[in-house]
């Protein structure tokens, strides 16, 4: 990320009116974790973010379920995806599960530091409840990664295991996050949203093309696939941060 002086990154939403969701059953939480993770963000960035969390989880009917999708590959979505959750977790009181989908280029992992040896692509081909293959971030606050199988898991995406792997997981978080592969790489981010709530287009400013974006749209509302909104990322903002504290 760069630094004051430099090119910085904001986010601007656009985010319509939740629809009303059921929440899943909490999972509790343990007191030896720490509240957060160690992902760090400051100033206009952690702002912009609470603004993103606020409408599209914790508004009186917010969503539980939401994909997050490049519209083409180098937008963030896994930064965006990684930090949303982080601050999700920070503000509400359910438990937060953030789920590696883009098996082709994962990377939630390492956004977070840990290993990507057991994950969704292990549970798809393997057995055992979904909860053997999370991995625990923060009190609230899980990661299940891409897997050490993700080629197999690929062609698993629109199973009944797929199913029956994203039920499990509904019935276990409150929240689930999913970060997918750009739209113009395949078709996973209509296939997950389909099984979730809707999904969120990542733009990338100053390269994101019109046409691909509008394309992306009418990808997903023929599919039937709810668009939540759009985030643009990397936003350039010529304007000192203290002086933007004021605006």
Known sequence: MSEAGRMREILETQVEQPYSAPPPPSVGVVDNFPSTPSL???GAIRDEFAKLVQNLFLLPQGYRRVVFSGTE???GCSWMCAHAAEGLA???RGSVCIVDCNLR???LHQQFGTEN????SDALTGSGPIR???HRLSCNLWLLSCGSVAEAGRTMFGSDRMRS???ELRSAFDYILIDAAPLNVCN???VLGGLSDGVVLMLKANSSRRETARKAMQELQTANVRVLGAVLNRRTLPIPEALYKRL
């Not at 040896?117 to 969704?120: I, S």
Request: aromatic share 4%; proline share 4%; no cysteine.
């Open 165 to 167: 792997r994203v039920a």
């Open 90 to 92: 920070a503000q509400a």
């Open 105 to 107: 280029s994962p990377g």
């Open 117 to 120: 040896h057991h994950g969704l």
């Open 73 to 75: 590959s180098g937008s």
């Open 132 to 134: 053997e293959y999370v």
């Open 40 to 42: 760090q963000i400051s």
């Open 188 to 190: 996973d981010a209509i």
